[in-house]
């Protein structure tokens, strides 16, 4: 059984065993705290073989003698500023004198940092360093208090230097003599304050600066290059802090910011952060044609991505280019401290490195790349939600998973774009290592985070379920099942509902064509179960071609103004995971009763053409339906199909008439002007349904039949457009791609003529396709494509709006070089659809329309979701496959034991790093140089000087190819497993 | 100065590597135990009792006939505690009224540990009157609050079963602690455990926390162990009570007190 004593302290000793001490609670309350200690004769001195203490050391007795100035021997008990600016010496290798670490110094370090404070702790525990924890405020000999008007400084230097003086006695005791102390090894205090140094001389302690000390050493000259420069008089080290200092400016009040708005003299827009610069943000505001750029801290003045804003603009000559670097929050503020932000006046030394990285950027860049700038006056909405985080581990002070203590933590969001969250937390440690949900509650200006609290842990991080949950919560995602109330909207036969037999009482049958005896077929992708459309085609008697297009009639089971209507429409789209379907409609009626599966009689909404042999529409009709489709193919089946001369069936027939057609439908559109863009996509293998271990990543392949079905789709959107615009012409549901302002482009052209000698003509669509077909590398079959997908990135994206929202001559749609457009083909996934539907049926007057689609407010108000969530649905869609691709990666990395190369292209250069784009992934990443590199930010390339790569410069431009490897590499911090890549070719970076 | 100990508060490490608490103790070491068992007012027993910094005052009446009929119970004495929490006793002044519902629950507690222990079947119809006030607290009151009961209660001439010695046991970690001060209680499970050292029997385990079911056991057990230890500081004490009461020192003594000293003896 263990040893249980009392230990005793004496009222005699309370004046150094008792304290009394008043602290301010956060409500501003004044408590009084008596606290009581237990000073003892058994704190161990470390020594090995000390005869005067029963502890087992492990400080050598005869200390380190390689140094010069002490010949006898001697051991370095370093004071807290050592710790605090010299970290990376102490943390060399070549550094290893034994060393004395005293109690004071840990708190006082753990006070200044915890970052550094677990740099310390790691440190102690290392095997190539020789450190002793010397408990000296619990020894009896070296306790001290603070006496009367001393700053806590100036106690903790005096506890130190009388630890030093009792080591210095203790020695002799160590070796168990009395002997003369000159042969003893020496305790030096290492200290760069010269007042301490100074009085320590004066109680005849040995005592050295860190400069002094090193020089003395063995390994002297690499050991100096790791000093970091201090002045000797810049460190007033714990300084007594001022008051809580503002370090934001206040907001305008609400009305002088909404004058201002009104009068022009401020701007309103969408504060977006910039992902790889968290010092930097940037407002688009109708006033300038670039979005004007908010640089450094004070000028975001705590806007968080989302919100909007009203913005003051800075005169002409203080206009910037945005930088051309990335600074990463997790670096620059590595070793901020969650609990002493509480009191930012230890910040200055972040705000200087802020301030030197803002500065560095500017000048450097030409004149004509100015973007205006200016500064946050005020928030006119806040758009804060929930955001996925983690727990930053170095943050935390206490992690012993029993601790029931608060404590304050950063939450690092999952989102580049936010900034770190300040939140209190009794459950820290249990936390670690999981994705968690936090809110941000407010921003104040004195404080430098925001401060947020925890809602609730959604489970292990990397876990597939956690994983796919965030990514739902980060991309506001409405993922809950169905309501009861909605669900009861469903026909109450449940999946035994079927067609009825044809008659004239029937309901369903009312108005509608009996198209079943038709060779109707759906081409969709594998494992497809919500098939939405279906097509047909025949030759006429006249030499005409009938083709038909058969849309899922949603819109005779979901009725307007019904719970399950209202829930699609807040739901806006079906959500695509790589593993999971978040549905809009519930699945009896997305997978089952509209779905046009084969063989059976479905209820659709039929779009059908009379067109000549050369694709010309004669005429179109739209009507109710129904049929009963005769085959289901993937795009892969109907091609083998089409391709195979043996089959000579109607359906084949069929498909073959189709594609002749489409062929004919996409020449036409392309010569209209229609471009044809890139993006990356890439399919998921998955090993089996249960797992859904991601096994390789692979791209997507595009096949003729894919571009047959699209080119359809487009018909008849086209055609339903038109329609429903002429019927409706103040509240059509329609779609529209605005054509991208030209300035979008001018990067994109200015790289191309600078590194390839090409032109982007942008004038109009046309031009532009046109210009993207001649950006061809005859040596690089890729590199076309690679223009294509920046290229979209300069586009706007397409929207949803109500035709009489907006003026008649901005209806265009850019990327299909169409006049008018909609969405009518997708109505299970899509809710636009269901709305054009609704047009649809009233505008052929098979039913009359619902009154709230003949409200302009309301079509705008559905839509403005509509669009969000589409929006939301497209990220979280990439977002999941970029999850998969990192597990794929990881499982590969695993199975081929080693790294992983593929060959990416250049697409951005940063004064520190290189944007690749990863073809065969479709990832982008970044490479980054710790070393410094030549930056030509004119001609797009970066430099490795040839120190670094061993021979001869190795210049690196945009749209070079290179190889990289690719590895997942953990975030120690948030647990987030991120892609990191290195080069291997032209240069291997790995040590760079 | 005062932003300086607030952090320290803040980041007060439970158990340091050192193995050294934040007060200098190590795992199984308990505090300064004080006891003074002189006369206080007309009580027939009392004493003061403080662990570390926490410190209270029991003062015994009886028995004696109780005050209102409806209490008696025919066939012993019925215990009545009181308890009454100094609003200087914690940093933050604040007045506990005596109805407040935690105060209520604390008497309940004392009382329920002291029922088995007393031979109320000695005293029919009678009652015995418990007023504990707590003076200072820095953890670990109710086990001073036992303590200080037991011995106001033998200075008072009760016949008890046996002592009864209470004391705190937290887990950091994995590692028990004993004798938990107001910041240890902050931040780990802790369970309060009285003990009657002679029998071995155990008169109380509660705990307001939540203690993971593999480490009860530990401080369950390291918690009866102390609670001998801490026996043997009481008995020192009435022992030494006894001494100068009986050398003449003290007021008018009773027979009483000779009696339990040597029934002390066989414990």
């Known amino acids: ?992 | 100065m005062v932003r300086q100990m607030v952090v320290e508060s803040v980041y007060c490490k439970i158990l340091n590597d050192g193995g050294f608490r934040s007060d200098g103790r190590r795992q199984y070491e308990l505090r300064d135990i004080n006891i003074d068992l002189g006369q206080q007012g007309s009580a027939d027993g009392s004493a003061s009792v403080s662990h570390g910094l926490t410190q209270v005052l029991v003062s015994v009446f009886g028995p004696r006939e109780a005050k209102m009929r409806s209490q008696t119970i025919h066939d012993r004495a019925n215990i009545n505690v009181e308890v009454a929490v100094a609003p200087f006793s914690t940093g933050e002044r604040r007045r506990r009224g005596r109805g407040d519902k935690r105060i209520l629950e604390f008497a309940s507690t004392i009382k329920s540990t002291f029922e088995p222990v007393i031979q109320t079947a000695l005293y029919p119809r009678s009652q015995i009157d418990i007023f504990v006030q707590i003076l200072q607290q820095d953890g670990g009151v109710l086990q001073a609050c036992i303590n200080a009961t037991t011995l106001a209660l033998a200075s008072a001439g009760i016949p008890l079963l046996d002592f009864v010695c209470a004391v705190t046991g937290g887990v950091h970690s994995t590692s028990p602690l004993l004798d938990l001060t107001t910041l240890e209680e902050n931040d780990v499970p802790h369970v309060t455990v009285a003990v009657m050292p002679r029998t071995g029997k155990v008169t109380l385990v509660t705990m307001e926390t939540r203690l993971h079911v593999d480490r009860f056991e530990d401080i369950f057990r390291v918690g009866c162990e102390a609670g001998k230890v801490i026996h043997k500081e009481m008995r020192a004490a009435v022992k030494e009570r006894t001494r100068s009461v009986g050398s003449g020192g003290g007021p008018d003594v009773g027979d009483r007190d000779v009696v339990m000293e040597e029934r002390m003896e066989d414990y």
């Open chain 1, 1 to 992: 059984m263990v040893d249980i004593t009392i230990r005793k302290r004496p009222d005699t000793e309370a004046v150094i065993t008792q304290r009394k001490f008043f602290k301010k609670t956060a409500r501003g309350k004044v408590i009084k705290v008596l606290r009581e200690r237990y000073l003892r004769d058994d704190v161990g001195c470390g020594i090995q073989g000390c005869h005067a203490c029963a502890e087992l050391g492990n400080l050598p007795p005869a200390g380190e003698t390689g140094h010069s100035a002490f010949p006898m021997g001697h051991f370095l008990l370093p004071d807290t500023n050592v710790f605090l600016s010299q970290m990376d010496l102490m943390e060399s290798n070549l550094f290893s004198p034994p060393i004395i670490l005293l109690q004071t110094v840990l708190d006082e370090v753990r006070h200044r940092s915890l970052p550094l404070y677990n740099r310390l702790k790691a440190l102690t525990k290392a095997d190539d360093k020789r450190i002793w924890v010397f408990y000296n405020e619990y020894r009896s000999e070296t306790a001290i208090v603070r006496e009367e008007g001393e700053t806590p400084n100036d106690r903790n230097d005096r506890g130190i230097r009388k630890a030093t003086t009792w080591y210095q006695s203790h020695i002799p005791l160590a070796h168990g003599r009395s002997a003369s102390s000159s042969a003893m090894p020496k305790v030096v205090l290492l200290t760069d304050d010269a007042a301490n140094r100074r009085k320590a001389e004066a109680e005849g302690l040995a005592v050295s600066s860190v400069r002094r000390y090193v020089e003395g050493t063995k390994d002297s000259n690499q050991l100096l290059d790791l000093l970091a420069v201090v002045g000797e008089d810049s460190i007033e080290p714990t300084r007594a802090v001022a008051a809580r200092s503002a370090l934001y400016a206040d907001y305008l009040p609400t009305a002088a910011v909404l004058a201002g708005v009104k009068s022009n003299q401020l701007h309103q827009g969408h504060f977006n952060a910039n992902p790889y610069n968290y010092l930097e943000g940037s407002v688009s505001v109708p006033a300038f044609t670039k979005p004007v750029l908010l640089v450094g801290r004070e000028n975001m003045n705590r806007a968080v991505h989302g919100d909007i804003v009203a913005i003051e603009v800075f005169d002409e000559s203080e206009w910037k280019a945005p930088a051309d670097e990335v600074v990463d929050q997790e670096t620059t503020l590595k070793n901020d401290d969650a609990e002493d932000s509480d009191e930012e006046g230890e910040g200055e030394e972040v705000l200087e490195q802020e301030k030197k990285v803002i500065q560095s950027e500017e000048n450097k860049r030409p004149p004509s790349e100015k973007q205006p700038t200016g500064r946050v006056v005020g928030i006119i909405k806040r758009n804060w939600r929930a955001y996925v985080c983690h727990i930053d581990m170095s943050s935390l002070s206490n992690t012993h998973s029993t601790s029931l203590s608060q404590q304050t933590v950063f939450a690092t969001p999952v989102s580049r774009l936010l900034p770190r969250i300040r939140l209190r937390t009794r459950q820290a440690p249990q936390l670690v290592g999981q994705k968690i949900l936090v809110t941000i509650d407010r921003w104040d200006n004195t404080s430098r985070y925001p401060e947020g609290h925890f809602v609730r842990a959604l489970g292990k991080a990397e876990s597939k379920e956690a994983e796919q949950e965030s990514l739902l919560l980060e991309f506001d995602v409405p993922y809950r099942p169905f309501g009861k109330a909605i669900l009861d909207c469903l026909p109450v036969e449940g999946d035994k509902w079927v067609v009825p037999p044809k008659s004239a009482s029937s309901s369903e049958w009312r108005d509608r064509e009996d198209l079943r005896q038709l060779t109707i077929c759906s081409i969709d992708p594998p494992g497809c179960q919500d098939i939405d459309d279906a097509l047909h085609a025949k030759r006429l008697p006249n030499g005409n071609i009938e083709a038909g297009v058969h849309i899922a009639d949603v819109s005779h089971f979901v009725l307007p103004d019904n719970p399950m209507d209202t829930e699609a429409a807040a739901r806006g789209t079906t959500v695509y995971l790589v593993d999971k379907r978040i549905d809009m409609l519930p699945s009896l009626l997305g997978t089952n009763l509209c779905s046009l599966r084969p063989y059976v009689e479905r209820l659709a909404f039929s779009v059908i053409w009379e067109l000549t042999p050369d694709a010309e529409i004669v005429n179109v009709r739209f009507t109710k339906s129904v049929i009963a489709s005769k085959a289901a193919f993937t795009y892969e089946e109907a091609q083998l199909r089409k391709d195979d001369p043996h089959m000579q069936d109607e359906i084949t027939e069929s498909l073959r008439l189709l594609n002749s057609l489409a062929i004919k439908l996409k020449a036409g559109r392309m010569a209209a002007g229609a471009l044809n863009l890139a993006s990356p996509e890439v399919k998921i293998h998955l090993d089996s349904a249960e797992s859904s271990d991601p096994v390789d990543v692979e791209q997507k392949e595009l096949r003729e039949t894919n571009s047959l079905v699209e080119e359809f789709m487009l018909l008849a959107n086209i055609s339903v457009a038109k329609k429903i615009q002429e019927t409706f012409p103040q509240t059509a549901v329609l779609r529209r791609h605005l054509p991208p302002p030209r300035t979008n482009f001018e990067k994109l052209q200015d790289i191309l003529k600078k590194r390839k000698g090409m032109t982007l003509d942008v004038s109009s669509s046309g031009a532009l396709a046109a210009s993207l077909d001649k950006c061809i590398d005859t040596n690089e079959p890729a590199f076309n494509t690679l223009v294509r997908i920046m290229a979209t990135r300069c586009m706007l994206s397409a929207e949803y709006f109500c035709s009489g929202s907006v003026a008649r001559d901005t209806f265009g749609h850019y990327g299909l070089a169409s006049p008018i457009y909609t969405h009518f083909t997708s109505p299970i996934r899509r809710y636009a659809d269901v709305l054009a539907h609704r047009q649809l049926a009233a505008s052929i007057a098979y039913a009359p329309l619902h009154p709230s689609l003949h409200s302009k407010s309301h079509v705008e108000r559905v839509l403005d979701v509509v669009n969000r969530r589409h929006r939301m649905a497209q990220m979280a869609s990439r977002a999941s496959v970029e999850f998969y691709v990192g597990l794929a990666l990881k499982a590969r990395g695993e199975r081929e034991q080693g790294l992983v190369q593929e060959e990416a292209f250049v697409i951005r250069t940063f004064r520190n790093g290189l944007g690749v784009f990863i073809s065969k992934l479709g990832i982008e990443g970044l490479v980054m140089f710790k070393r410094e590199v030549k930056f030509d930010p004119d001609n797009y390339t970066v430099t490795l000087p040839f120190e670094l790569t061993g021979n001869n410069d190795v210049t690196i431009a945009v749209f070079d190819k290179v190889t990289v490897n690719v590895e997942i590499e953990k975030d120690k911090n948030t647990q987030r497993g991120r892609v990191k890549l290195t080069l291997a070719k032209p240069i291997d970076s790995r040590n760079m």
